[in-house]
């Protein structure tokens, strides 16, 4: 027997399946099963999707240190944007890593709102991170301008061996690479750490750190980005089977209210009113004509004198 999905769907109209067409009952049990697909599988792909490669899984770029060299780059005026930054080199920077957060979601959402929007973040981690075991049990996130982690006892996370690099960006392609970046995905940067202001924020400047072992506020790398390389993404599949789900799961429950709204504002036909007295079936006629006339004889019996 095949499940009454119209229950599942409306526990508290158990007699709505009467309301529909056998049609609109098909499309509504197609979109009921899809939904429950859907949400088993947007369960799955969120658990699954982001997890970071380690030890024979990550490339083995991923696993060297940050190269830090001198730089002969001059302070320069750079424009990206619509923005425009005064750009005071510090350092030749060369990083390769896996991507743990970004706040591309936090840009998005000063855009919508209409503010000025600064240079994205990604949070990375490399080397003993990705061959200690334990960088999946660690907790990462992102705040406007700040990385977070978070991990229980008995975990090992060196904290030397990640970072947030706010990403100045060299051209508009290299930006939209880095605010297009996904948990998972191993890459690799090359530029320069640099302090830098804003024109239109006067002369405070955002400087970068320049060593691997500082913790806080100010340990974040400023970078200056001439080149993003993507070396693995990361769980492309389980990314896009999130993506799939979560819009099939959408358009089923649009499709399940679509059916019921049109199922209780459908005009229904009123049945044709009875004129004339009801005939009943030939097989009944007889059975009633027999108790009728036993009725009436008794009746007459009742009523004759006594002898």
Known sequence: MAPDFVAISLPFTGYVG????????????????VALISVLTLALSWYLKGRIPEGDAASPRCLQAPLQTPTARKI?????????????PQAEYDISGCVVSTNAHWRSMFGLLGEATDTPDVGMVWGENLTSGDINK????????TLFWQYGPGVTFYANAGGNVHVLAATPEVYDIATGLRRGD?????????NYYRTDWGAHWRKSSLTRGDVGPTACEVMFVDQIEIIERGTPVWYFLYSLSFWALLFSLAGITGIFVRAITKPRARPAPIVGPVELPQVLQPAVKK?????AGQNQREIEPWH
């Not at 108790?291 to 009725?295: D, L, V």
Request: aromatic share 12%; charged share 20%.
């Open 76 to 88: 320069n005026l750079h424009k990206i944007n619509g923005f425009e930054y005064m750009v005071e």
């Open 138 to 145: 660690v907790d990462f996130w992102s705040g406007d301008f």
């Open 291 to 295: 108790a009728t006339a036993k009725i």
């Open 186 to 194: 191993q890459i690799r940067m090359r530029g320069s750490l640099v």
């Open 18 to 33: 009467a309301m529909y067409s056998p049609r609109q009952t098909l499309a509504h049990r197609v979109c009921c099963a």
